[in-house]
């Protein structure tokens, strides 16, 4: 199975501020023969299922603000909040879909100081 | 717009099996692949488990001999059967479509998700 892990676990940060978090693979999720990172990222609120906010580790689901962003590749990733709202409290997770089993990174949780 | 809906029984009792019911609405059920995923409470996401209207399936390893997924065409809706359950198996319960952003493989992101169920495992 591919392991996700996730840094750091959780992060508290004033209203404005650039949050940054850090998805990491045990393997490659780059497949090389249409070059795309096989890389998602999900919201999660309190009480609400996921929301997909980026797929192809940098492409942003439709209706997401592009002050989220998506990088890096192969097996680091980094999830970039630009200027952090009050609606953005939540719990985020990285997920692989390069190969079955699909897993999910362990999550980490976003706050306002 | 698709929007799916999970049900089924809140308690089940250990070594029973667990069903559960995902309703799709706004879209035919054969246009994609449908995914199980569950959450234990205050913890992380683990996918159970895919199903394409083909009859193609593939489930995590460690739940493979005790989960089933199935799809009724007719109703548009999937279907999770778990059996033999303990208290592990407590937890929300979602389902969610895995979206076309390439080539209609699996192998893609969940961009539809349902509100899930909540099922505890106990006597």
Known sequence: D??????????????????????????TVLWTSNNKNYLAWYQQKPGQPPKLLIYWAST???????????????????????????EDVAVYYCQ??????????PGTKVDIK | QVQLQESGPGLVKPSE???????????????????????????????????????????KPSLKGRVTISMDTSKNQVSLKLTSVTAADTGIYYCARVGNYFDGSVNDAFDVWGQGTMVTVSS
């Open chain 1, 2 to 27: 591919i392991v996700m892990t996730q840094s750091p676990d959780s992060l508290t940060m004033s209203l404005g501020e650039r949050a940054t978090i850090s998805c990491k693979s045990s393997q």
């Open chain 1, 60 to 86: 942003r689901a439709s209706g997401v603000p592009d002050r989220f962003s998506g990088s890096g590749s192969e097996t680091d990733f980094t999830l970039t909040i630009g200027g952090l709202q009050g």
């Open chain 1, 96 to 105: 692989q879909y390069f190969d079955s089993p699909f897993t999910f990174g």
């Open chain 2, 17 to 59: 099996t667990l069903s559960l019911t995902c309703v799709v609405s706004g879209d035919s059920i054969n246009n994609y692949y449908w995914s199980w995923i569950r959450q234990p409470p205050g913890k992380g996401l683990e996918w159970i488990g895919y199903i394409y209207h083909t009859g193609s399936t593939n489930f």
